[in-house]
Protein backbone atom coordinates (compact mmCIF):
# COMPACT_ATOMS: atom_id res chain seq x y z
CA UNK A 1 0.00 0.00 0.00
CA UNK A 2 1.75 3.50 -1.31
CA UNK A 3 1.93 5.70 1.64
CA UNK A 4 -0.17 8.54 1.84
CA UNK A 5 1.62 12.05 1.67
CA UNK A 6 -1.13 14.26 0.71
CA UNK A 7 -4.53 13.72 2.85
CA UNK A 8 -7.71 15.98 1.77
CA UNK A 9 -10.82 15.71 0.86
CA UNK A 10 -12.42 18.27 -1.78
CA UNK A 11 -15.90 16.56 -2.98
CA UNK A 12 -18.09 16.76 -0.67
CA UNK A 13 -21.71 15.80 -0.91
CA UNK A 14 -24.30 18.48 0.06
CA UNK A 15 -26.32 16.37 2.85
CA UNK A 16 -22.59 14.54 3.73
CA UNK A 17 -21.88 15.53 7.30
CA UNK A 18 -18.63 12.97 8.27
CA UNK A 19 -16.37 11.31 5.47
CA UNK A 20 -13.82 9.16 6.30
CA UNK A 21 -10.12 8.87 4.19
CA UNK A 22 -9.19 6.36 3.28
CA UNK A 23 -12.74 4.96 3.23
CA UNK A 24 -12.30 1.56 3.42
CA UNK A 25 -9.55 0.74 5.80
CA UNK A 26 -6.99 2.76 7.88
CA UNK A 27 -3.97 4.36 5.42
CA UNK A 28 -0.33 4.81 5.28
CA UNK A 29 0.93 7.98 7.03
CA UNK A 30 4.16 8.91 8.10
CA UNK A 31 5.78 12.01 9.71
CA UNK A 32 5.94 14.93 7.52
CA UNK A 33 2.34 14.02 5.48
CA UNK A 34 0.40 17.18 4.40
CA UNK A 35 -3.15 17.62 5.67
CA UNK A 36 -5.29 20.30 4.02
CA UNK A 37 -8.67 21.00 5.68
CA UNK A 38 -11.62 23.17 3.47
CA UNK A 39 -12.80 26.74 5.68
CA UNK A 40 -15.73 24.28 6.18
CA UNK A 41 -14.26 21.75 7.66
CA UNK A 42 -12.59 20.33 11.01
CA UNK A 43 -10.54 17.38 10.59
CA UNK A 44 -10.30 14.43 13.30
CA UNK A 45 -7.37 12.59 13.26
CA UNK A 46 -7.90 8.52 14.39
CA UNK A 47 -4.65 5.88 15.40
CA UNK A 48 -5.65 2.28 16.54
CA UNK A 49 -8.50 3.77 17.96
CA UNK A 50 -8.05 6.52 19.49
CA UNK A 51 -8.70 10.14 18.67
CA UNK A 52 -5.46 12.29 18.52
CA UNK A 53 -6.52 15.56 17.37
CA UNK A 54 -8.65 17.89 16.06
CA UNK A 55 -6.83 20.41 13.14
CA UNK A 56 -8.94 23.19 11.79
CA UNK A 57 -8.72 24.34 8.43
CA UNK A 58 -5.86 25.19 6.96
CA UNK A 59 -2.31 23.27 5.70
CA UNK A 60 -0.90 21.10 8.80
CA UNK A 61 1.74 19.01 8.36
CA UNK A 62 1.95 15.78 10.50
CA UNK A 63 4.30 16.02 13.55
CA UNK A 64 4.84 15.41 16.59
CA UNK A 65 4.12 19.34 17.37
CA UNK A 66 0.80 19.02 16.40
CA UNK A 67 0.09 15.53 16.95
CA UNK A 68 1.96 15.01 20.80
CA UNK A 69 0.60 11.48 21.10
CA UNK A 70 2.37 10.05 18.42
CA UNK A 71 5.60 10.19 19.77
CA UNK A 72 4.63 7.34 21.98
CA UNK A 73 2.88 5.43 19.57
CA UNK A 74 5.46 5.21 16.85
CA UNK A 75 8.75 3.72 17.21
CA UNK A 76 12.30 5.35 15.77
CA UNK A 77 13.77 2.72 13.23
CA UNK A 78 13.49 5.03 10.20
CA UNK A 79 14.77 8.16 12.31
CA UNK A 80 11.07 9.30 12.95
CA UNK A 81 9.96 8.98 9.05
CA UNK A 82 8.69 5.85 10.00
CA UNK A 83 4.91 5.05 8.35
CA UNK A 84 2.69 4.28 10.22
CA UNK A 85 -1.91 3.25 9.74
CA UNK A 86 -4.17 6.04 11.19
CA UNK A 87 -7.30 7.43 9.20
CA UNK A 88 -8.74 11.41 9.48
CA UNK A 89 -12.61 12.16 9.31
CA UNK A 90 -13.62 15.25 7.37
CA UNK A 91 -16.45 16.81 9.31
CA UNK A 92 -18.81 19.30 7.56
CA UNK A 93 -18.97 22.92 9.79
CA UNK A 94 -21.76 23.74 7.53
CA UNK A 95 -25.31 24.28 8.34
CA UNK A 96 -27.79 21.71 6.97
CA UNK A 97 -31.08 23.51 6.68
CA UNK A 98 -34.40 22.27 5.58
CA UNK A 99 -34.55 19.32 7.46
CA UNK A 100 -38.23 17.72 7.35
CA UNK A 101 -39.77 16.53 10.44
CA UNK A 102 -43.46 15.22 10.88
CA UNK A 103 -45.68 12.98 13.11
CA UNK A 104 -45.97 9.30 11.03
CA UNK A 105 -49.09 8.84 13.01
CA UNK A 106 -52.15 10.65 14.42
CA UNK A 107 -51.65 12.16 17.80
CA UNK A 108 -54.58 12.39 20.58
CA UNK A 109 -54.76 15.58 21.79
CA UNK A 110 -57.25 16.62 24.08
CA UNK A 111 -59.22 19.65 22.10
CA UNK A 112 -61.37 22.29 24.64
CA UNK A 113 -64.14 22.53 22.72
CA UNK A 114 -63.98 19.09 20.42
CA UNK A 115 -63.12 16.72 22.89
CA UNK A 116 -60.78 14.11 22.03
CA UNK A 117 -59.01 14.48 18.13
CA UNK A 118 -56.40 13.32 16.43
CA UNK A 119 -53.68 15.75 14.78
CA UNK A 120 -50.63 15.71 12.83
CA UNK A 121 -47.23 17.98 12.69
CA UNK A 122 -45.31 18.74 10.01
CA UNK A 123 -41.94 20.95 9.98
CA UNK A 124 -38.48 21.45 9.22
CA UNK A 125 -35.26 22.45 11.10
CA UNK A 126 -31.58 23.00 10.86
CA UNK A 127 -28.51 22.07 12.61
CA UNK A 128 -25.10 21.72 12.54
CA UNK A 129 -22.12 19.85 14.07
CA UNK A 130 -21.01 21.64 17.25
CA UNK A 131 -18.01 18.73 18.91
CA UNK A 132 -16.55 17.20 15.51
CA UNK A 133 -14.61 14.90 17.48
CA UNK A 134 -17.86 13.93 19.64
CA UNK A 135 -20.30 13.34 16.86
CA UNK A 136 -17.29 10.75 15.59
CA UNK A 137 -16.94 8.75 18.36
CA UNK A 138 -20.52 8.75 19.39
CA UNK A 139 -22.33 8.10 15.90
CA UNK A 140 -19.85 7.60 13.22
CA UNK A 141 -17.72 5.15 14.89
CA UNK A 142 -16.18 2.82 11.76
CA UNK A 143 -18.42 3.37 9.02
CA UNK A 144 -16.66 5.71 6.16
CA UNK A 145 -19.44 8.28 5.89
CA UNK A 146 -22.29 9.68 7.60
CA UNK A 147 -24.98 12.14 6.01
CA UNK A 148 -28.34 13.67 7.01
CA UNK A 149 -30.41 10.40 5.70
CA UNK A 150 -28.69 8.04 8.08
CA UNK A 151 -29.39 10.24 11.28
CA UNK A 152 -33.25 11.33 9.81
CA UNK A 153 -35.37 8.60 11.48
CA UNK A 154 -33.49 9.17 14.78
CA UNK A 155 -33.22 12.48 14.95
CA UNK A 156 -37.07 12.64 13.80
CA UNK A 157 -38.16 9.86 17.24
CA UNK A 158 -36.24 12.77 19.31
CA UNK A 159 -38.19 15.95 18.21
CA UNK A 160 -41.31 13.68 18.17
CA UNK A 161 -41.06 12.82 21.27
CA UNK A 162 -40.28 15.88 22.82
CA UNK A 163 -43.41 17.33 20.55
CA UNK A 164 -45.68 14.63 21.98
CA UNK A 165 -44.93 16.28 25.54
CA UNK A 166 -45.08 19.97 24.24
CA UNK A 167 -48.63 19.44 23.12
CA UNK A 168 -49.98 17.40 26.07
CA UNK A 169 -49.55 20.76 28.13
CA UNK A 170 -50.97 23.24 25.47
CA UNK A 171 -55.21 23.31 26.88
CA UNK A 172 -56.50 24.59 23.81
CA UNK A 173 -58.53 24.06 20.39
CA UNK A 174 -57.10 22.87 16.95
CA UNK A 175 -59.22 26.08 16.08
CA UNK A 176 -56.48 28.65 17.91
CA UNK A 177 -53.50 26.29 17.83
CA UNK A 178 -52.34 27.94 14.73
CA UNK A 179 -51.67 31.03 16.14
CA UNK A 180 -49.28 29.56 18.72
CA UNK A 181 -46.75 27.69 16.30
CA UNK A 182 -44.14 30.00 16.69
CA UNK A 183 -44.21 30.39 20.89
CA UNK A 184 -44.66 26.33 20.75
CA UNK A 185 -41.68 26.16 18.37
CA UNK A 186 -39.10 28.29 20.31
CA UNK A 187 -40.12 26.01 23.36
CA UNK A 188 -39.62 23.28 21.40
CA UNK A 189 -36.11 23.75 20.08
CA UNK A 190 -34.73 24.73 24.25
CA UNK A 191 -36.28 21.85 25.00
CA UNK A 192 -34.38 19.60 22.29
CA UNK A 193 -31.27 21.38 22.60
CA UNK A 194 -29.36 19.45 25.84
CA UNK A 195 -29.90 16.07 22.98
CA UNK A 196 -28.68 17.50 20.00
CA UNK A 197 -25.67 18.34 21.88
CA UNK A 198 -25.40 14.93 23.31
CA UNK A 199 -24.42 14.15 19.43
CA UNK A 200 -22.29 16.66 18.88
CA UNK A 201 -24.86 18.57 17.43
CA UNK A 202 -26.40 22.14 17.86
CA UNK A 203 -29.92 22.82 16.73
CA UNK A 204 -29.74 25.84 15.24
CA UNK A 205 -33.99 26.28 13.82
CA UNK A 206 -36.95 24.93 14.43
CA UNK A 207 -40.54 25.15 12.71
CA UNK A 208 -43.79 24.11 13.25
CA UNK A 209 -44.99 24.22 9.42
CA UNK A 210 -49.01 22.94 10.68
CA UNK A 211 -50.59 21.18 12.93
CA UNK A 212 -53.71 19.45 11.52
CA UNK A 213 -56.78 16.95 11.77
CA UNK A 214 -56.77 14.33 9.42
CA UNK A 215 -58.81 14.40 6.45
CA UNK A 216 -61.76 12.79 8.02
CA UNK A 217 -62.17 15.34 11.06
CA UNK A 218 -61.01 18.26 8.50
CA UNK A 219 -64.20 16.94 6.96
CA UNK A 220 -66.62 17.45 9.57
CA UNK A 221 -65.29 20.49 10.74
CA UNK A 222 -65.77 22.00 7.12
CA UNK A 223 -69.00 20.67 7.34
CA UNK A 224 -69.55 22.57 10.48
CA UNK A 225 -68.27 25.67 9.26
CA UNK A 226 -70.63 25.46 6.33
CA UNK A 227 -73.45 25.47 8.22
CA UNK A 228 -72.29 28.31 10.40
CA UNK A 229 -72.04 30.13 6.93
CA UNK A 230 -75.55 29.18 5.09
CA UNK A 231 -77.45 30.70 8.60
CA UNK A 232 -80.95 30.16 7.63
CA UNK A 233 -81.83 26.37 6.63
CA UNK A 234 -84.75 27.35 5.21
CA UNK A 235 -84.20 30.18 3.36
CA UNK A 236 -81.49 27.92 1.70
CA UNK A 237 -83.55 25.43 0.85
CA UNK A 238 -86.13 27.23 -0.87
CA UNK A 239 -83.13 29.30 -2.67
CA UNK A 240 -81.92 26.23 -4.25
CA UNK A 241 -85.16 24.87 -5.12
CA UNK A 242 -85.76 27.55 -6.91
CA UNK A 243 -82.51 27.56 -8.69
CA UNK A 244 -83.39 23.53 -9.61
CA UNK A 245 -86.77 24.74 -11.30
CA UNK A 246 -84.98 27.37 -13.40
CA UNK A 247 -82.53 24.36 -14.46
CA UNK A 248 -85.33 22.60 -15.21
CA UNK A 249 -87.21 24.86 -17.25
CA UNK A 250 -83.98 25.84 -19.09
CA UNK A 251 -83.38 22.01 -20.06
CA UNK A 252 -86.76 20.85 -20.82
CA UNK A 253 -85.31 17.48 -22.12
CA UNK A 254 -83.61 16.48 -19.16
CA UNK A 255 -86.78 14.84 -17.19
CA UNK A 256 -87.57 13.00 -20.49
CA UNK A 257 -84.11 11.74 -21.03
CA UNK A 258 -84.46 10.21 -16.93
CA UNK A 259 -88.16 8.80 -17.79
CA UNK A 260 -86.92 7.29 -20.87
CA UNK A 261 -83.62 5.58 -19.71
CA UNK A 262 -85.90 4.70 -16.60
CA UNK A 263 -82.38 5.26 -13.94
CA UNK A 264 -83.32 8.13 -12.94
CA UNK A 265 -87.02 7.88 -12.02
CA UNK A 266 -86.63 7.16 -8.13
CA UNK A 267 -84.13 10.15 -7.74
CA UNK A 268 -87.03 12.80 -10.04
CA UNK A 269 -90.01 11.69 -7.75
CA UNK A 270 -87.38 12.39 -4.44
CA UNK A 271 -86.67 16.01 -5.57
CA UNK A 272 -90.00 16.44 -6.85
CA UNK A 273 -90.98 15.58 -3.01
CA UNK A 274 -88.45 17.48 -1.65
CA UNK A 275 -89.30 20.72 -4.40
CA UNK A 276 -93.51 20.35 -3.13
CA UNK A 277 -92.17 20.38 0.43
CA UNK A 278 -89.76 22.81 -0.25
CA UNK A 279 -93.02 25.20 -1.45
CA UNK A 280 -95.20 24.36 1.16
CA UNK A 281 -92.99 25.59 4.03
CA UNK A 282 -92.47 28.56 1.62
CA UNK A 283 -95.98 29.34 1.62
CA UNK A 284 -96.55 28.72 5.48
CA UNK A 285 -94.02 30.84 6.56
CA UNK A 286 -95.16 33.87 4.13
CA UNK A 287 -98.56 32.94 5.60
CA UNK A 288 -97.57 33.26 9.39
CA UNK A 289 -95.17 36.74 8.36
CA UNK A 290 -98.36 38.57 6.60
CA UNK A 291 -101.89 38.27 6.97
CA UNK A 292 -103.99 36.97 3.61
CA UNK A 293 -105.77 40.99 3.31
CA UNK A 294 -109.69 40.76 2.89
CA UNK A 295 -111.36 40.53 -0.62
CA UNK A 296 -112.88 44.10 -1.41
CA UNK A 297 -116.94 44.27 -1.33
CA UNK A 298 -118.18 44.03 -4.63
CA UNK A 299 -120.13 47.43 -5.64
CA UNK A 300 -122.68 48.54 -8.36
CA UNK A 301 -123.24 51.71 -10.00
CA UNK A 302 -126.43 53.57 -9.17
CA UNK A 303 -128.91 53.85 -12.16
CA UNK A 304 -129.73 57.79 -11.35
CA UNK A 305 -126.65 59.17 -10.20
CA UNK A 306 -124.08 56.78 -11.62
CA UNK A 307 -121.97 56.77 -7.89
CA UNK A 308 -120.18 53.19 -7.02
CA UNK A 309 -122.50 52.11 -4.39
CA UNK A 310 -122.63 48.26 -1.74
CA UNK A 311 -124.28 46.18 -4.41
CA UNK A 312 -126.70 44.90 -1.51
CA UNK A 313 -128.10 47.97 -1.28
CA UNK A 314 -131.92 48.29 -1.45
CA UNK A 315 -131.48 52.67 -1.90
CA UNK A 316 -128.67 54.55 -3.31
CA UNK A 317 -127.05 56.70 -0.66
CA UNK A 318 -126.27 59.51 -2.17
CA UNK A 319 -129.59 60.08 -4.03
CA UNK A 320 -132.48 57.72 -2.84
CA UNK A 321 -133.08 56.14 -5.99
CA UNK A 322 -134.95 52.76 -5.36
CA UNK A 323 -132.67 50.40 -6.50
CA UNK A 324 -135.56 47.87 -5.27
CA UNK A 325 -137.34 47.37 -8.63
CA UNK A 326 -141.21 48.38 -9.60
CA UNK A 327 -143.97 46.50 -9.21
CA UNK A 328 -146.75 46.45 -10.97
CA UNK A 329 -150.33 47.55 -9.85
CA UNK A 330 -152.20 45.31 -12.31
CA UNK A 331 -150.34 42.26 -12.88
CA UNK A 332 -147.87 42.23 -9.82
CA UNK A 333 -144.97 41.79 -11.64
CA UNK A 334 -141.69 43.19 -10.44
CA UNK A 335 -140.13 45.34 -12.81
CA UNK A 336 -136.28 46.16 -12.90
CA UNK A 337 -135.78 49.77 -11.19
CA UNK A 338 -136.75 52.84 -13.04
CA UNK A 339 -139.21 50.92 -15.14
CA UNK A 340 -141.41 52.91 -17.19
CA UNK A 341 -144.14 50.18 -18.24
CA UNK A 342 -144.50 46.75 -17.01
CA UNK A 343 -142.60 44.31 -19.10
CA UNK A 344 -145.48 41.68 -18.64
CA UNK A 345 -148.72 43.65 -19.17
CA UNK A 346 -147.49 47.19 -20.32
CA UNK A 347 -148.84 48.75 -17.73
CA UNK A 348 -147.76 52.22 -16.41
CA UNK A 349 -145.88 52.46 -13.82
CA UNK A 350 -145.27 56.03 -13.38
CA UNK A 351 -147.99 58.70 -12.83
Known amino acids: MAVLDLIEYVDENSNEIVHREPQDQSGEFRLGSQLVVRESQQAVFFRDGKALDVLGPGRHTLST ?109 ILDIQKMTREMADTARNALSDDFAKLGLTLTSFQISSITPPDSVQQKIDERSGMGALGDMGRYTQFKTAEAIGDAAKNPGTAGDMASTGVGLGAGLGLGQAMAGALRESQSQQGQSQATPAAAPATIACPNCHHQIPANSKFCPDCGYNLQGVTCPKCGTVNSPGAKFCTNCGTALTS
Open 65 to 173: NNIPLLTGLIGLPFGGKSPFRAEVFFVSMREFTDMKWGTPQPVVYRDSELGMVRLRAFGTYSMKVSDPQLIVTQIVGSRSELTTDDLDNFLRSIIINEFNDLLGGVQTT
